[in-house]
């Protein structure tokens, strides 16, 4: 089952702009991942933030977490052709299990 | 540091027919995971494994998936015999632990396609 639900589905901007995408999740959570994966690749690890965290950055990347709301959002400022991708979040729940739920993703173009 | 190795990177059966996907996890990694990803969807947990140890097989579909950790390092997801709905891209994942600052380091993925 998908923890989190991404939104937009897809988001199309220009290079130079700021894309925001956001996750919301149903049960109460340890941790909130991001997760970057590039057509017919892996995913990879962009950021982490804990659920007594409320903002974090790294470089052009701020996340955000409300855990009142169940929602997080994703930022990435002066947004780069090589910024296309699909994002995904990732919960942790907050207690028993350590499996990582996995949303259902926003797919970002940004054109040059 | 090599990465999450996963073979093969591609996989063309006919349904029915049975399917192998080997995977070999970042060096020390002690957790591995299993995720299937339907194309257009977020990945999904099939399996998780603590050493060698099953921590989490709950979406596994036991009657035709199976999937071991023999000593811990390797691991193999097995697939017989294949629905046309099992066309997807089955990513493996380790971390070091699964702990609360678990990052997840991918492999790029097997795709198969049942015809």
């Known amino acids: 089952s998908q923890q989190g639900e991404e939104d937009p589905q897809a988001l199309s901007i220009q290079e130079g702009e700021n894309a925001t995408m956001n996750c919301s999740y149903k049960?109460?959570?340890?941790?909130l991942q991001w997760y970057r994966q590039n057509s017919g690749r892996g995913l990879v690890h962009l950021i982490l933030i804990r659920s007594n965290e409320r903002e974090k950055h790294s470089g052009r990347l701020r996340v955000t977490l409300d855990t009142s709301k169940k929602s997080s959002s994703l930022l990435i400022t002066a947004s780069r052709a090589a910024d296309t991708a699909s994002y995904f979040c990732a919960t942790r729940r907050g207690s028993g299990t350590y499996k990582y739920i996995f949303g259902t993703g926003t797919r970002l173009k940004v054109l040059a | 540091e090599a990465g999450v190795a996963q073979s093969p990177r591609y996989k063309i059966i006919e349904k029915r027919q049975s399917v192998a996907f080997w995977c070999n996890p970042i060096?020390?990694?002690?957790?591995l995971y299993w995720y299937q990803q339907i194309l257009g969807q977020g990945p999904k947990l099939l399996i998780q494994f603590q050493n060698n140890g099953v921590v989490d097989d709950s979406q596994l579909p036991k009657d035709r998936f199976s999937a071991e950790r023999l000593k811990g390092v390797d691991s193999t997801l097995k697939i017989q015999p294949a629905k046309l709905e099992d066309s997807a891209v089955y990513l493996c994942?380790?971390?070091?632990?699964?702990?609360?600052?678990?990052?997840?380091?991918f492999g790029e993925g097997s795709r198969l396609t049942v015809l």
């Open positions: 049960t109460s959570i340890n941790n």
């Open positions: 060096s020390g990694h002690a957790t």
């Open positions: 994942a380790s971390s070091y632990t699964a702990t609360n600052t678990g990052e997840l380091f």
